[in-house]
Structures are given as C-alpha cells and as structure tokens.
C-alpha cells in the first residue's frame, strides 16, 4: 500500500502540489484511487495524513543517522548499514529513539527522501512539513536573514575534488549531508542517468547521498562526465 501511495505523493510533490497546510485536495483524492485501485484497498485522508507523519520521522531519524560517518542504506534490504556494532552503539548512546531503526526495515526509501528532504532542508528537524506550513508565514527571497539559524554540519571542509585518485564512491561514503535549497532530486537523477553505464545499484547509492549533499552534488558536476562514474 506503502508503495502505491507514495507513487501519488512524489509525482505531485514534483508538481509543487503542497498547500499551506499540507497537500493540495486532489492529492489526497488522487491517492485513496490509486491505492484502491492497485491494492484493493479503502484509505481516507485521515489515514494518508497518519502514514506521512510515520513517513516524515523515518526521514528525520534515518537520515540523520547517515549523516554520521561509518553508516550506510542497503537498498537490497532496505535497512541500515553499518561498519560495526560499535559504531551503532556510540551514536544511540546519544539518540534513543534511533535505537528500533538498527534492523527496521523502511521500504521506499528513494520516495520518502524525495518528498521529506526538501521538508528538513532548512534543519528544522523533528517538525512535520505540515506543522511547519502552519506556523510559518510565506517568505520571499529579502525574508531569508529572518530566518532562525540552520543547524551546523561538520564535514564542510571535506575536500571532495582534491585528490583525483580518490573514487567517488569514497567521496560519498566519508562526506556529512548539508542542506540542498537549490538543487532538486529530479535534477539529481536526471544528472545521474547521463553517466555512461553506470548500474542500477550505483546509482540508488548516489542518489542517495546526493540528495543530502548539495556541494557533493556540485562537485560531481565539475568532473568531466568520463570521470563520474569512478
């Protein structure tokens, strides 16, 4: 159901179909048909508006997780990686609520960071898009020194381009996330399609990094496009 729903939220997510206060009406009617007709299922907008919640947390937990050196997504079993119990167990010793997420699986990844990165974008962390949409007034482009401080990242002097022997594989497994105000993850995939053969479990990986790392993402376009893919 999971997947028949996100289908809807993400192709109208790219359409800009967000309302102040969550998605526009005929997103909701869009996917109560969709999900009826694909799994032969009755949901109402109430339920739509309860799986997004659970949505929006798995984003927010899970990808502040891979923004910490030594952990990873596996997309064959959608779930975390990690380089050792040790590395998990520091990082929880500081984040209970992450404890449940060493082995819970969280199918469609790809479309939750699709629709939900652009929501955390402004490291407003544990809000939902929605309750953000509702206490913030629409802001123009003089409105953005108004705005309360981002949270800082380490990892900004990563050099990503300095030593060319380095693959970029390496690149994005060593690079923290930083905010992506700029560049959508339509633009992203559509970047990663033009490199010559690069398979389907390359470019997930990719994907995957690069939606949260927007100078990642810049750096890879500076290289020329038979370097991209090593």
């Known amino acids: 159901m999971d997947s028949a729903l996100l289908a809807v939220l993400v192709e109208h997510h790219n359409n800009g179909d967000h309302a102040q206060n969550g998605w526009k009406p005929h997103v909701y009617n869009a996917a109560i048909k969709n999900v009826r007709d694909k799994c032969d299922v009755e949901i109402t907008k109430d339920n739509i508006t309860s799986r997004c919640k659970t949505?929006?947390?798995?984003?927010?937990?899970?990808?502040?997780?891979?923004?910490?050196?030594?952990?990873?997504?596996?997309?064959?079993?959608?779930?975390?990686?990690m380089d050792s119990d040790d590395v998990w167990?520091?990082?929880?010793?500081?984040?209970?609520?992450a404890i449940c997420y060493k082995t819970k699986v969280v199918k469609n990844w790809?479309?939750?960071?699709?629709?939900y990165s652009t929501d955390h974008a402004n490291g407003q962390g544990a809000r939902t898009g929605a309750e953000d949409a509702q206490d913030l007034p629409e802001q123009d482009g003089d409105a953005s020194s108004d705005l309360p401080p981002k949270r800082q990242r380490t990892g900004d002097a990563i050099c990503m381009l300095g030593d060319m022997k380095t693959?970029?594989?390496?690149?994005?497994?060593?690079?923290?996330?930083?905010?992506?105000?700029?560049?959508?993850?339509?633009?992203?995939?559509?970047?990663?399609?033009?490199?010559?053969?690069?398979?389907?479990?390359?470019?997930?990986?990719?994907?995957?990094?690069l939606i949260l790392n927007e100078h990642l993402f810049q750096a890879l376009m500076e290289l020329p496009m038979d370097m991209r893919k090593e």
């Open 110 to 115: 790809d479309a939750i960071c699709t629709i």
């Open 89 to 97: 167990n520091r990082y929880v010793e500081g984040n209970k609520a």
């Open 167 to 209: 693959s970029f594989n390496d690149a994005l497994k060593s690079t923290e996330p930083l905010p992506m105000p700029q560049v959508t993850p339509a633009e992203i995939l559509a970047a990663l399609q033009m490199i010559p053969d690069l398979d389907r479990c390359d470019m997930l990986k990719s994907y995957g990094k």
């Open 55 to 81: 949505f929006d947390k798995h984003y927010e937990i899970i990808s502040k997780i891979l923004s910490q050196s030594g952990f990873g997504w596996d997309w064959n079993n959608n779930k975390l990686s």
